[in-house]
């Protein structure tokens, strides 16, 4: 992909040998109740090409993440041990010896600090959950300050955390230098600002979900970027609302519906073309079992029904421009996408996003992303976001301290 260079460090910049860096990765991965066992290891994996990066450097890798929401003080349940159990698997099979990941009962202290000074070239050390500690999220300086002194470098890897100034993310920042990004987090920039800032056209945006309020400024920053905007999901019966259509018992936010007429005259004025579904799969009920009938967008819902996805003409008009795109990005699904009836639009949208082999394509969001691994195309997709909340704020135009936080390329 042709873009502008990172204007920000990035781990291939500096020199690792014989250091050690510090590492903040996300590894707030799903476990089981009982906190014993990963049942998703993708954020670990995400970051593998950092840490194999820095180990074949021959640094002394530090490795930090928060998991889950202790409240500020240890919880078993929320440990991070699995962790390095499942990683020190997954080096190995990168590494023809056996790589040595050790596990430290906490993220500071003197502990902490023995561990860490006691590396050696090509050894992981991983920290007990960051979040054990309520100073991680207060982005509490003594507390930044004691984590910068375990390491001589640092590296922020967890773009999925980068909206948020903590300790761990910014505050960490200002006692040591360079900090810079890893190849997750070098990536995650790299792909969202060159959509943003220098897209290849035509630029299609796909954006669904059940609400407006949660994706309104990111809708607003790209009507002034693309050609086509199709919106899904729930949020477009507050749209057909705006529009005078009645929708039956659907979601609608009925404090957003003038914010939604604004939307569509925006889009008007600068000439973006704005796809809502032209018909939709309705339902009895909100459950798998529903009695359904795809229904035209025209025509007003019956009032005891409710739009559950899209239907296969409003499919075939974003497979349409979809197509013939140059740049795609897909943020939220297009129906009720846990119950599998109405999963149908939001796997088309990710089988015909993948089907462009030409366009650059990004994916966030939880349920898109879920898609495009359900569907088995997530290899054919340009990148997928690995951060939520932070690929929205970033697609919002807004600033993320964990980005601006990093030490800027002279």
């Known amino acids: 992909m042709k873009g502008k260079v990172m204007a920000k460090l990035s781990i291939r910049d500096i020199d690792l040998t014989n250091k050690r860096v510090f ?10 109740e009982d906190g014993s066992t990963i049942t998703d290891d993708t954020r670990i994996v995400a970051t593998l090409p950092t840490i194999e990066y820095a180990l074949r450097h021959k640094a002394k890798v530090i490795l930090a993440s928060h998991l889950g929401r202790p409240k500020g ?10 962790v390095a159990i499942r990683l020190r ?56 300050k004691a984590l ?5 470098v640092y590296v922020n890897d967890a773009f999925g955390s980068a909206h948020r100034a903590h300790a761990s993310t910014e505050g960490i920042t200002h006692f040591l230098k360079p900090a810079v990004a890893g190849l ?17 056209k035509p630029f299609v945006a796909i954006i669904g979900g059940a609400k407006i309020s949660g994706k309104i ?43 939604a007429k604004e939307t569509l005259d925006k889009a008007k004025v600068k000439s973006v073309n704005l796809l809502l579904p032209v018909d939709n799969i309705i339902a009895d009920k909100f459950a798998d079992d529903a009695k359904t009938q795809v229904w035209e967008s025209s025509v007003d819902f019956p009032a005891d029904w409710q739009g559950l996805d899209i239907g296969p003409k409003s499919i075939a008009a974003i497979e349409d421009v979809v197509e013939t795109a140059k740049t795609i990005v897909w ?19 990710a089988r015909a996003i993948a089907a462009n082999r030409t366009a650059t394509s990004i994916v966030g969001g939880g349920d898109s992303v879920s898609a495009v691994n359900k569907a088995g195309v997530a290899d054919q997709i340009t990148h997928i976001s690995t951060g939520g909340g932070a690929s929205l704020e970033f697609l919002e135009g ?8 990093l030490t800027e390329k002279q």
């Open 23 to 32: 590492i903040r990765v996300d590894f707030n991965v799903p476990l089981t």
């Open 73 to 82: 003080k240890p919880n078993p349940k929320y440990s991070l041990r699995p």
């Open 398 to 405: 807004k600033k993320l301290p964990g980005v601006e936080a």
């Open 217 to 259: 400024e990111v809708i607003e920053n790209l009507l002034d970027k693309v050609d086509t905007l199709a919106i899904v999901g729930g949020m477009a019966y507050t749209f057909y609302r705006a529009l005078g259509a009645a929708t039956g018992k659907s979601l609608v936010e009925e404090d957003k519906i003038e914010l």
């Open 148 to 152: 910068a002194s375990l390491a001589e």
């Open 89 to 144: 698997e997954l080096l190995d099979k990168k590494f023809s010896e056996s790589v040595n990941v050790a596990f430290a009962p906490d993220c500071v202290g003197d502990v902490a600090t023995e561990l860490a000074h006691q590396l050696e070239s090509g050894q992981v050390l991983l920290l007990e959950n960051l979040r054990y500690h309520a100073e991680e999220e207060a982005n509490d300086p003594e507390f930044s």
């Open 331 to 349: 943020n939220g699904p297009a129906g009720v996408f846990e119950f599998p009836h109405f999963a149908v639009g939001t796997n088309a949208i």
């Open 184 to 200: 997750l987090m070098e990536k995650e920039i790299t792909y969202l600002s060159k959509a943003l800032e220098n897209p290849e």
